[in-house]
């Protein structure tokens, strides 16, 4: 009860510098001096601040870390645990790989999305999730999987993207590019992760877009949590059963409803001799595992391959609304892959394995869009014992850090003083005799799939759907986005989001 106390008392002390500040902000017109980090106040630390630019937080931090020396600033939170926040890749690297075993996620990240997630990899440390990362990577490498998830992700196209579009196009409606994607995404990982298919984007299977909706809401109120202002607040919530944590119980509820009659009737029909290929059977193979870990399994990993693949898609196809002379280059570059496998795009013909991978620049362009727009723009972990990194920042026991890769993408220091234009050209290097050479990147200075023994184990399969996705639509039409030139606004969340979708028209590609 003290401790509620105090928790308010602090949150109140907050609201009210955060009043102050924004009644100053508005009514003083005097130049700001440069900041060099978070402004800071006696005990609510730099609260009041991230209120007042929490609808472009990170845009607000990015800006703060463009300034600091190292690229590093001390975020004060109203606990004694406050959170670095990192733009630096020397530190990244510390983090991430030379003292992994210092910065797991820790219990408070566990605690928050333990009701959602249970103990699934995403939301495991230690042996946990080395046995789950164990299985999974042997799975994630295997030809099999990889031609299950290329076989699914073609057939969605082809019987589900596609006439969508062409639909679109016939009668000149506006489409919401990102609604399409996440429904496509969610079908894939679905299919993936269980061999089920919800059928969201075809939109005629009330019990998956149920699912895909209970999923949305679980994962987005169970993010929310740690934006909650004070934190009491939301387990309070919790409690009493009222509100958001209400609704997240309802959702929660029906994922695990959906995804635990799909396990229950696998586990009823195990059969040695099965030879699926999807996730969950590579899992029920390995251990005798209980249906609840099973459940905690797939659900962390329809998570982690949802919502980034979609949101990395959405900001590509809006750059290219407004850049002609790339779009130009990715088709031309279809056609001679087109060529050189003498297929024609009227016989329906999918993209091979090895065409996508023949395809360089579109690899580059998909890179680059997402250096600007990562889909997971920040990642945090906690801190274990103290430590220094390497740039002499001082880190205490049960601190957090957070890896800003948004920030990241934007520093003049990593990608030169063009880093804020789009330029898929910079993926590329030059030999001796003048031929283009991809240019790979240090996990650590662009961390868009994590970095170290974490790394995305979803990075070839997200790129090849992708590319197949790009490649086939781009083939065929025309994306413009409504509103080209103006940035849509973000929800940060775990994912970055558009906050009103990608209004999209779709006109027939005429080089055809
Ligand atoms: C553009 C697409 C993708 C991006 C940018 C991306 C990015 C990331 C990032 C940043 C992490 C670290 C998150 C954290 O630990 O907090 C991660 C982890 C992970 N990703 Fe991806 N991901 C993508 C697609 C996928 C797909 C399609 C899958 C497969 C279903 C997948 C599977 C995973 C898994 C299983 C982990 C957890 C790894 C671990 O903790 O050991 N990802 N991804």
């Keep these: ?227 909650c202002v004070p934190q009491l607040l939301w387990k309070l919530k919790r409690l009493l059963n009222v509100g958001s944590e209400k609704k997240l119980r309802e959702s929660i509820f029906t994922v695990h409803e959906f995804a635990d009659e799909i396990i229950r009737s696998r586990i009823e029909a195990k059969d040695p001799t099965n030879d699926d290929v999807d996730l969950l059977s590579r899992f029920m193979a390995a251990e005798d595992n209980s249906l609840e870990f099973l459940r905690d399994v797939v659900i962390s990993f329809i998570l982690a391959g949802r919502d980034t693949t979609s949101s990395a898609l959405s900001w590509f196809f809006w750059i290219l609304s407004s850049r002609p002379d790339v779009k130009d280059k990715i088709i031309k570059e279809i056609e001679t892959v087109r060529a050189s496998s003498e297929k024609r795009v009227s016989e329906e013909a999918a993209f091979a394995y090895e065409e996508l991978k023949e395809m360089k620049y579109l690899h580059a362009a998909i890179s680059e869009a997402m250096r600007l727009y990562p889909p997971v723009p920040a990642d945090t972990v906690a801190c274990l014992n103290d430590d220094v990194l390497p740039d002499g920042t001082v880190i205490k026991k049960d601190w957090f850090v957070m890896i800003h890769t948004y920030a990241m993408g934007r520093m003049e220091s990593i990608w030169g003083q063009d880093c804020a234009e789009y330029k898929p050209e910079r993926w590329f290097d030059f030999d001796e005799d003048g031929n283009e050479v991809w240019r790979s990147e240090s996990p650590f200075r662009y961390p868009v799939f994590h970095g170290g023994p974490r790394m995305c184990l979803g990075k070839d399969m997200a790129y090849i759907q992708m590319k197949s996705i790009a490649a086939s639509v781009m083939e065929r039409f025309v994306i413009d986005a409504v509103d080209k030139d103006t940035c849509p606004e973000q929800i940060f969340s775990l994912t970055l989001r558009m906050k009103r979708g990608l209004l999209v028209r779709v006109r027939p590609n005429g080089r055809r």
Excluded at 89 to 95: K, L, M, Q, R, Y
Excluded at 136 to 151: D, E
């Design 1 to 227: 009860m003290e401790l509620f106390s105090t928790q308010s008392f602090l949150f109140f002390l907050s609201l009210l510098t955060f009043l102050y500040l924004y009644h100053k902000a508005h009514t003083s017109h005097k130049p700001k001096p440069k900041s060099t980090g978070f402004k800071t106040y006696p005990l609510v630390g730099s609260v009041p601040h991230s209120l007042l630019n929490c609808h472009r937080f990170l845009d607000w931090t990015t800006d703060i870390l463009c300034h600091c020396p190292t690229h590093t600033a001390i975020f004060r939170r109203l606990s004694k645990h406050h959170c670095i926040i990192t733009a630096n890749p020397g530190n990244v690297e510390h983090i991430l790989k030379t003292n992994f075993h210092n910065y797991p996620k820790g219990q408070r990240f566990i605690y928050l999305l333990e009701d959602f997630l249970g103990q699934g990899i995403f939301n495991s440390d230690g042996n946990l999730w080395k046995l789950q990362r164990k299985i999974a990577s042997y799975g994630f490498n295997t030809k099999s999987l990889r031609n299950f998830a290329i076989q699914n992700v073609t057939v969605e196209i082809q019987t589900r993207l596609i006439p969508l579009l062409q639909r679109a196009s016939e009668t000149d409606s506006v489409l919401d590019l990102q609604d399409v994607l996440e429904r496509f995404a969610f079908d894939s990982v679905c299919k993936l992760a269980f061999n089920v298919d919800p059928a969201c984007l075809a939109g005629d299977n009330t019990v998956g877009s149920g699912f895909m909706h209970a999923f949305d809401d679980a994962a987005n109120l169970s993010s929310g949590r740690f934006l």
